[in-house]
């Protein structure tokens, strides 16, 4: 299938996770991700896998523990209200050291918050998905082609590293047409001597467990789990750029206020603006040393964001504060536009800095 | 000449469970009917929360721990993609009744093709002793310190009657494991219950009701009395739902 076919971002995601090789899905409705549960209700039976609609967020992310915890490749999406009831399970799975895909297609919050697109749940994914010390590989599409590699990028870094891979989605993502490739190339095989799959009276039996009673037993899990994280930061961190080669204000944007912000740089630029973008893929690991270097050039920041600025903090950290990061955002389901942008890049680049 | 031996469905590993526990009865009846199935080799196991959390080091068979109430999503989860294994959940009262009841409910409504081992002793062990959703009216536990009140925390929950009313449930029973009539009757129990799965005719769910001598402030031998006077009389023992046996008698289920 390497032609071009138009398909809606939660669609093509359904269908890029069955040619990765997903064939368990396990779900519960919720706007505005609910044809990825819809497109996998109808396909799913039709090619010998499992749909199945559970009786709650919490239910469906212990499915995908069962799921996963017999070496197969499954997932379950959500939007932002689902995704907190699912934090229970996204701790059982890092502590579990379970591969799994999670998709989570954000709105408005906090509380039911609203059904239009937000990028508020980026401290969720990126800090606190649950109890306890852990991380997921979180990756940030940007248009439906996205949506469909980062699915398949998602259930390969899953299995490779043994942890939650997240899609942070967001509604105008999954709800808009794009044309798409999905030809996706070989699924990678990964060793799976830890999955349960009954011993067949031929080894030990196999236990996945995250209780460990003994403390320092318990923290040498906690250090082996960080040393793999770390290996992550350094090798799968990934980032696009936007007209940066001679840029001094540099804006941050993922997802939808991505788009919005390259409108909004090739306007600026009209102006005579230099203003470039990096967009990071993978917000954890978010690219640090991509944005070490580029604080050495630029005079400013700005990061664009659909929440009250949770973003804006890894860049903080990312350049030690070294120059200033503004915000332009719009939140409960509002996306800036392209003046809310242009406003905020003229703002910065008033900024004299100390180059 | 074979006298008496461990079941080879169970570890050699020492059980933690506390003196005159009913548990280690309860896991040995799971392992013999493992061995006399011959199903060792393709039974995954599900631990839940509570005193039975490290079932996992007990039974010779792959298994994982869930989060508390969450056992019966993960074993439908393992069973939807490993079907020709034999999934099975161990969970106590407080993880199946209170905070797991959803997943318990549904995975019967669904009819999951699994077997629920329910040990009730009335009360929240693990955590020292508070009153679980099946602590009888009166009785005195950590959290209900002068007995539960049924005015203001209401009445226990009675789980064989609620799910037998499921049309997915296909084999509900309730055993004790408290005298040796009644331990040969919860060991049949299971052993159907795995048959049925083993066959394919769906969930099954088998209430053992036990003893916590240690937070029922008991000699053991007390305790297995207590159930007789106090446990039994409240939930009754017997055959709630048998999908297959109605069948068999001339009903159109």
């Keep these: ?355 | 000449m074979k006298v008496f031996e461990k079941p080879h469905a169970l570890t050699d590993n020492v059980l933690h469970y506390c003196p005159g526990c009913t548990h280690g009865i309860i896991h040995r009846l799971v392992a013999e009917v493992i061995d006399e199935l011959g199903i060792e080799g393709r039974t995954i196991g599900v631990a839940s929360v509570g005193c039975s959390v490290m079932a996992y080091n007990y039974f010779n068979v792959d298994m994982v721990q869930a989060a508390h109430g969450r056992a019966p999503a993960v074993a439908t989860g393992v069973k939807r993609t490993e079907p020709d294994n034999i999934v099975f959940t161990y969970q106590g009262d407080g993880d199946l009744a209170a905070i797991g009841t959803a997943e318990m409910v549904h995975s019967a409504a669904r009819g999951e093709n699994i077997t629920i081992i329910f040990v009730n002793n009335a009360i929240y062990g693990m955590t020292g002793g508070q009153m679980a959703p099946t602590t009888l009216p009166g009785q005195v536990t950590q959290t209900s310190p002068y007995g539960r009140d049924v005015k203001t925390v209401g009445y226990p929950v009675k789980v064989c009657e609620m799910v037998s009313q499921l049309d997915g449930a296909a084999y509900i029973e309730r055993v004790a494991v408290n005298n040796v009539k009644n331990v040969r009757n919860a060991k049949k129990a299971i052993k159907k219950a795995f048959e049925y799965q083993v066959e394919g005719k769906g969930f099954s769910l088998i209430e053992l009701i036990s003893s916590c001598p240690t937070n029922w402030g008991l000699t053991p031998s007390k305790a297995l009395e207590w159930i007789d006077e106090n446990m039994i009389p409240y939930y009754p023992l017997g055959v709630y739902k048998d999908k297959y046996a109605d069948k068999e008698a001339g009903s159109d289920d």
């Design chain 1, 1 to 355: 299938m390497s032609e071009k076919v138009l398909m809606k971002g939660n669609e093509a995601l359904a269908e890029a996770a069955i040619m990765a090789g997903c064939r368990h899905y396990f779900g519960y409705p919720i706007t505005p991700q609910t044809e990825i549960a819809a497109y996998m209700a109808k396909r799913m039976p039709k090619i010998g896998g499992v749909f199945l609609q559970a009786e709650s967020e919490i239910a469906a992310i212990n499915m995908v523990i069962g799921g996963a915890s017999t070496g197969r490749r499954v997932m379950t999406s959500s939007s932002s209200p689902g995704i907190s009831l699912k934090s229970e399970g996204l701790s059982y799975l890092a502590g579990c050291d379970l591969p799994a895909l999670v998709v989570n297609v954000q709105r408005g919050g906090p509380g039911l918050g609203g059904i239009q697109p937000s990028q508020s749940d980026y401290f969720h994914a990126t800090r606190g998905a649950g109890h306890g010390d852990f991380h997921m590989i979180v990756l940030a599409p940007s248009s439906v082609q996205e949506m469909v590699n980062l699915t398949f990028k998602g259930f390969d870094l899953a299995e490779k590293y043994r942890m939650t891979c997240m899609i942070l989605s967001d509604g105008t993502m999954g709800q808009m047409m794009e044309p798409v490739t999905l030809d996706m190339g070989e699924i990678q095989k990964y060793d799976k001597s830890w999955a349960l799959t009954g011993t067949k009276g031929e080894r030990k039996p196999r236990i996945i467990n995250s209780l460990f009673l003994q403390p320092d037993e318990l923290e040498k899990f906690n250090f082996a789990r960080y040393e793999r994280y770390k290996k992550i930061e350094e090798n799968e961190s990934i980032y696009e750029e936007y007209r940066m080669e001679d840029a001094e204000v540099c804006i941050v944007a993922f997802g939808v206020a991505s788009r919005v912000s390259k409108n909004a740089i090739d306007k600026a630029r009209e102006q005579g603006i230099k203003v470039g973008m990096i967009r990071p893929v993978t917000l954890w690991p978010f690219p640090k040393k991509r944005f070490e270097e580029a604080a050495d050039k630029v005079r400013a920041f700005v990061s664009v964001e659909l929440s009250m600025g949770q973003m804006i903090e890894d860049i903080e950290l990312a350049t030690r504060c070294r120059r200033p990061v503004l915000l332009c955002n719009r939140t409960g389901g509002m996306i800036p536009t392209v003046e809310n942008v242009l406003e905020k890049i003229a703002e910065a680049d008033k900024i004299g800095g100390t180059r």
